[in-house]
């Protein structure tokens, strides 16, 4: 039984770690919370179906999906004008 139990232990550590270590670079903490809530106001319309729920979800959705474009694109700007005289790292990610 011990040995089953520290098999799940070390099988839950290891899917924590591979899941932060394909985390997305341009991703950071507040737009992680930022998605979080967005789930979240989700769930509360799927709940209590209304049109105030579904608007207030699809303009908070909207609004992440700009952020996380811009973030993305701010991140590849970045990249590439650091690597910019060693085109190898362009393309390291």
Request: proline share 2%; net charge positive; hydrophobic share 30%.
């Amino acid at each position: 039984m011990a040995n089953t139990n520290s098999k799940l232990i070390s099988c839950q550590k290891r899917k924590g770690k591979a899941l932060n270590s394909f985390r997305k670079p341009w991703l950071t903490k507040s737009l992680l919370r930022s998605i979080n809530k967005k789930n979240k106001l989700y769930k509360q319309y799927l709940h209590h179906q209304s049109n105030e729920k579904l608007l207030k979800y699809k303009t908070y959705k909207n609004k992440l999906t700009n952020l996380l474009r811009v973030a993305k694109r701010l991140y590849f700007e970045n990249q590439i004008e650091i690597n910019k005289k060693t085109p190898e790292g362009v393309y390291a990610g």
